[in-house]
Nanobody, 123 residues
C-alpha cells in the first residue's frame, strides 16, 4: 500500500496550488480520502475529506470556499485545489485513507497515510 503526495511548494499569498495523492495497493474507490495538515509547533489538523461512494465532500471552516477536494477513481488519485492561499495555510499536507468516515484525532483509525508535502505561503 502506498499514498504518494505531491504538488507542494512555495507560493505567494493569494496564490494557488494543487496537491495530488496517488494511491496504490488497495481498492481506492471504496475508501474515504482525507487531507490533513500540520504546521510547525501545532497539532495535526483535518482539512477536508471525500467519500468513495458518492463524492460527498467536507471541509474545515478555515478553508471553506478556498479549497476543493476531488478524486479520480480511474487514476486512484485524490486532489486538493487550494486557492487564495494565506500564510496560515503553511504546513506539511498529508493524505490519508479510511474505509469508514472518521474525522477524529485517533490517528490509528485511518488505514493508510502518505508521506506529506510541504506548502509554504510567503511573500
Amino acid at each position: 500500500v502506498q499514498l504518494q503526495a505531491s504538488g507542494g511548494g512555495l507560493v505567494q499569498p493569494g496564490g494557488s496550488l494543487r496537491l495530488s495523492c496517488a494511491a496504490s495497493g488497495f481498492t481506492f474507490s471504496s475508501y474515504w480520502m482525507y487531507w490533513f495538515r500540520q504546521a510547525p509547533g501545532k497539532a495535526r489538523e483535518w482539512v477536508s475529506c471525500i467519500s468513495g461512494s458518492d463524492d460527498s465532500t467536507y471541509y474545515t471552516d478555515s478553508v471553506k470556499g478556498r479549497f476543493t477536494i476531488s478524486r479520480d477513481n480511474a487514476k486512484n488519485t485524490v486532489y486538493l485545489q487550494m486557492n487564495a492561499l494565506k500564510a496560515d495555510d503553511t504546513a506539511v499536507y498529508y493524505c490519508a485513507a479510511s474505509y469508514s468516515d472518521y474525522r477524529g484525532r485517533n490517528w490509528d483509525h485511518y488505514d493508510y497515510w502518505g508521506q506529506g508535502t510541504q506548502v509554504t505561503v510567503s511573500s
